[in-house]
């Protein structure tokens, strides 16, 4: 068994779909129209194959109270794998992305939180 998708929650997805490839560097891998929504997946051009991350909407009323409890709470959603935090930090912040604190040492790894605009924190993480 392995993780194929996992999600993460928008408010909009076009914005998201901007967000996730422009700034954040992921690459769209599927975009298929379902009704109102869309199956939108984005995934890390070092592994085209690997786990697509799905962009969702927030069309669920609850999940909407929950997602915003998290953010006002400043818990991150998920977290992504970085080789060089500082580098990240500095070129994402040179394109405006909002963020908790700069990196810091939490243990055996380095941290940051970022504001993807789609309504959720997200975690970097340099082992």
């Not at 999600?7 to 954040?24: G, I, K, N």
């Not at 998920?78 to 243990?107: C, H, N, S």
């Amino acid at each position: 068994m392995q993780v194929k998708v996992t999600s993460v929650p928008v408010l909009e997805q076009d914005q998201a779909l901007a967000f996730y490839t422009v700034v954040l560097g992921f690459v769209k891998k599927h975009d298929i129209p379902m009704g109102e929504f869309r199956w939108l997946t984005v995934v890390s051009p070092e592994s085209p194959d690997g786990v697509e991350l799905l962009l969702e909407p927030m069309a669920f009323p609850p999940a909407k109270v929950y997602q915003k409890q998290l953010h006002d709470a400043g818990i991150p959603w998920t977290a992504f794998a970085v080789d060089d935090i500082q580098k990240e930090y500095e070129r994402l912040v040179a394109l405006g992305v909002v963020f908790k604190a700069k990196p810091q040492k939490m243990g055996p790894v380095m941290l940051a939180a970022l504001d993807d605009s789609c309504g959720n924190w997200i975690q970097l993480v340099q082992k």
